[in-house]
């Protein structure tokens, strides 16, 4: 399977002005698509990345590239002062839940300053749109799944904090600056590719490039952490979202805060276990991929859904790719044509 690039992006386009949208992290997985998915649908970007976790391949060729870096404000300012941005887009962040848990300083660091360099400067340039990749980690012990916006939030490691703390940050930018309004967009497991753009990181961590890194030859075979838990095939369920439907989920935001705050979680609507995602793989790529069980890891809840009833009633956003087949097809398709990745 295919995933085009310019899926429903008419539709977009009649819900969304075109404007100029200066987007932090768009060489990365989830800001590559997005800015591929502005521009496709009139926008002017550019894009502000330092390229420590970003590709300079993955960014699209219409979209500006400027390699800076939100630790300094001059370079921010700099930018933002030749674009005159009407929008931001915020993905730029250390996103491992894992270390940083290992290293907090990293995360409450470098996540939370940098935001707050990137803040000021929406300040001084009197952004007035601004949209946050933000994400479902702030509920790390839910009393409800999916997880819904009033879900109380306790942050499950330092990066869910971080991200916590952005918010609350723009709270009260919305609420001291007249000028300003955000949305905030909440998501668990970023996944599959479009035709041009897909999930290349060192070291790969996450489960469905991982998977599929056996097929390729890659990997000997794959791990599962736990099969023991409560759900149907006794391993962990968790929320996929494809990262076309996130990037769209994005756009419809940034034409939805004009006059009010949006926060949103986003969700496909189902979870999928570990042993699904396995033998989803199996299926799409034609491999054994070889399965092994290893000891539960400390932390891993049962099931982690997200619920999108919000964003879909509010904004009529529904995920294209909801089904499993599709998000891993379109990952694979990615990796079959780009087996070195961005090879930058």
């Not at 980690?137 to 819904?148: H, K, Q, S, T, V």
């Not at 998501?187 to 490039?209: C, V």
């Not at 998977?211 to 390729?216: D, M």
């Not at 599962?224 to 769209?248: E, K, N, S, W």
Request: glycine fraction near 8%; include cysteine.
């Amino acid at each position: 399977m295919v995933v085009s690039s310019e899926l429903d992006l008419t539709q977009l386009s009649a819900k969304v002005e075109t404007m100029k949208v200066f987007v932090t992290g768009g060489a990365g997985y989830i800001g590559s698509v997005a800015v591929e998915q502005l521009v496709l649908a009139g926008h002017d970007v550019m894009v502000f990345d330092n390229l420590s976790l970003g590709h300079r391949a993955a960014v699209h060729p219409s979209a500006e590239l400027v390699v800076g870096d939100l630790a300094n404000v001059a370079e921010i300012r700099e930018a933002m002062g030749r674009f005159q941005p009407e929008a931001i887009m915020h993905f730029a962040a250390k996103s491992l839940v894992g270390e940083s848990m290992e290293d907090p300083f990293l995360y409450l660091g470098d996540n939370v300053s940098n935001a707050l360099n990137l803040l000021k400067c929406v300040v001084e340039f009197e952004v007035p749109r601004f949209i946050l990749s933000s994400t479902a980690n702030l509920f790390d012990d839910p009393e409800r799944i999916p997880i819904a916006e009033d879900e109380r939030i306790v942050p499950g490691s330092p990066y869910g904090e971080s991200k916590y703390i952005i918010e609350r940050y723009l709270y009260w930018m919305s609420r001291v600056y007249p000028f300003f309004n955000y949305a905030a967009l909440r998501y668990f497991n970023a996944a599959g590719a479009s035709e041009a753009r897909g999930e290349d990181h060192t070291p790969e961590l996450h489960l469905i490039p991982l998977v599929l890194q056996v097929a390729l030859g890659k990997r000997d075979q794959i791990f599962m952490f736990g099969d023991d838990y409560d759900t149907p095939d006794g391993t962990c369920i968790r929320d996929y979202i494809h990262v076309v439907d996130l990037a769209q989920a994005h756009i419809l935001a940034l034409g939805a805060i004009e006059s009010e705050n949006r926060v949103y979680n986003l969700g496909n609507g189902k979870g999928y276990s570990v042993k699904e995602v396995i033998e989803t793989a199996r299926e799409v790529t034609g491999h054994a991929i070889p399965a092994d069980v290893m000891p539960r890891r400390a932390g891993d809840p049962a099931t982690l859904i997200a619920a999108s009833d919000t964003i879909m009633n509010e904004l009529g956003w529904r995920p294209e790719y909801p089904q499993l087949k599709s998000i891993v097809s379109s990952a694979w398709n990615w990796h079959v044509a780009n087996p070195d990745g961005y090879k930058d």
